[in-house]
């Protein structure tokens, strides 16, 4: 194997970088002077309301692609096996879920942000707390987005750090800021292309030089990669079907479901039912790209195979061996490298453009305009200054990120269930209990969010030893070829089942936005009941999803088949006559339509003006 010093760019690379963030800031420009030049907030934060699916759908999946997915994911399955390859069973629900209850209840109420919602429902303040966390959750997020290829670029090749941070970030912030949402889908379709090209050819180039297509699979399953479905019913497995297909579902709920940067693109298709496939057709984009990077990572396995790059210091960290590996093989094929840094910047680049919209949007629509009336100008120089100063907090986030030193995906995730999980299960609980009230779910998101790091901070703290300890797979031939055993690679020193408390930090991460989203709709209706239960009459209309009257409509049509296909009772027709003007767009061509809660029309919509 070659030295660490070989690992160059040429020339062809830098130009394929160069080619990108240029193509970006161009995208960027083009939606900054064409329409209707992002001079109002319907256009700036929702595109007109006029996207359709194919774009929608590729944006949606690259949120939270990042750089992270595609340097985590080849080193999570080279050195523990294809085990979490399962996550992909947690996209059936973590999706069908958001686009029959999430996306219609949303899009029906014509939210300015997805933090109205709790306005709607409860009162200003969870709106503020809701808004508040949101913003907290995404900033961390940024940072490790925008840290994770800059320094595995650093590691491998010397690429200034922060040269690298600079200028995604200036770049990002840029294109974010003239081009507006229309920018930032249009960018994440063209970055999602180049993410995909980049890492099928790597996989290509990789098969070939591992001696072909069945010489690597040889090689990957003799080393005992494949893992078979472990069903170790154990919530503190790090990855097991329970943990990824069951916890991953809590996970994607709070990121397809109620997360702001997820509901502002599903609320900027031109239709519900554009919205409604859009969601359906991420499903595909997400297992493609799963798939993708899990057979990065066997490839990697089968060029290296039990050479651990970690034992011989050619790397310092799991989370560099996939750049690694990329300027180790592909010297040969110039440019190769450079396709694969531009395909791990596009990831990143997507992920924050996002991230930078979205806490614009929320900045703007939730925490400053509803308490500061302001003229035109000022509101588009605010809105500039705010673009601005979320670039220079995610850069100092990136600092943070620095001096944190954990696997970057088990970060990620567990930022998305600590912070995630407890906003799910704050919208849960105004979605699914008519009953909660306001003091609930402010005590309740707190209670959720106590929880949140307790458990993870304590969990943080309890793994430092079995970290150290931590070593690859594939550092001993002795690892039969069982697929049990591979999941139970990164073992606590203390082999003895860890009780009481101790069971609780080694709880799984996958398992965080279960526990903290549950903490926050039990926390939330104890103390509701106590403080006095929200009457029915007193929920606004089309807040609440009737989940008794749906489960007994979908029972009924199971037990009589031939019902599905006449016309609803009378009585929910009546119910719909009701129906103020919110529910007018596709109503009745989605069934659910007839089941919503609907007493009182919502009076409170606020309407979209210009910055
Ligand atoms: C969040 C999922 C599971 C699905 O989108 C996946 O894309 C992922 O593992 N993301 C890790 C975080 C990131 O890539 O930034
Ligand atoms: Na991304």
Known sequence: MDPVEHKYFTVIDYVIFALLLVASMAIGLYYAFTGGRQSTTREFMYAD???????????????????????????EVYSNGTQYWFIGCSYILGLLIPAHIFIP??????????????ELRFCKAVRICGTVTFIFQMVIYMGVGIYTPAL?????????????????????????????LKAVVWTDVFQTVVMFTGQLAVIIVGVHQAGGLSDAWVKVRDGGLISGIDLNPDPTVRHTFWTLGVGGVFLMLSLYGVNQAQVQRYLSSCTEKEAIMSCYMVFPCLQVALMLSCLMGLVMY????????????????????????????????????????????SASLSTISSAFNSLATVTMVDLIKPHYSMTEARATLLSKILALSYGIICLAMAYVVHLMNSSVLQAALSIFGMVGGPLLGLFCLGIFFPCAN????????????????????????????????????????????????????????DAARPVGLNGLYSLSYMWYSALNSSTVVLIGLIISFVTGPTKGDDVA???????????????????????????????????????????????GTVEETETFLLSNPVSHVEHETSV
């Open 152 to 180: 595995a670029l650093n590691a491998v090749t010397g690429f200034p750090l922060w040269g690298a941070v600079l200028a995604t970030g200036l770049v990002c912030t840029l294109y974010t800021a003239l081009g507006g």
């Open 541 to 587: 209309s089309g807040t609440v999803y009737p989940v008794m009257r749906t489960a007994r409509s979908l029972l009924d049509k199971l037990v009589k088949p031939s019902a599905c296909c006449t016309a609803p009772s009378e009585h929910t027709i009546d119910d719909h006559k009701e129906v103020n003007g919110n529910v007018k767009e596709d109503a």
């Open 105 to 118: 209840l949303f899009y029906r109420l014509h939210l300015t942000s997805v933090y109205q919602y709790l």
């Open 49 to 75: 309301r006029s996207m359709k699916c194919l774009p929608l759908s590729l944006s949606l999946m690259a949120t939270f692609q990042s750089a992270v997915a595609l340097i985590g994911t080849p080193a």
């Open 438 to 493: 306001s003091i609930g779910a402010v005590i309740g998101l707190a209670a959720g969010l106590v929880m949140a790091f307790w458990v993870g901070i304590g969990g943080f703290l309890f793994r430092i030893p079995s970290s150290v300890q931590f070593l690859p797979l594939n550092s001993t031939n002795t690892i039969p070829a069982a697929s049990e055993n591979i999941t139970a690679v990164p073992a606590l020193i």
């Open 302 to 345: 089968a060029c290296y195979g039990n050479n651990s790059l970690l034992e011989q210091q050619y790397i310092t960290s799991k989370d560099q061996m996939v750049l690694y590996f990329v300027m180790d093989m592909l010297q040969n094929f110039p440019g190769l490298p450079g396709l694969f840094v531009a395909c791990l910047f």
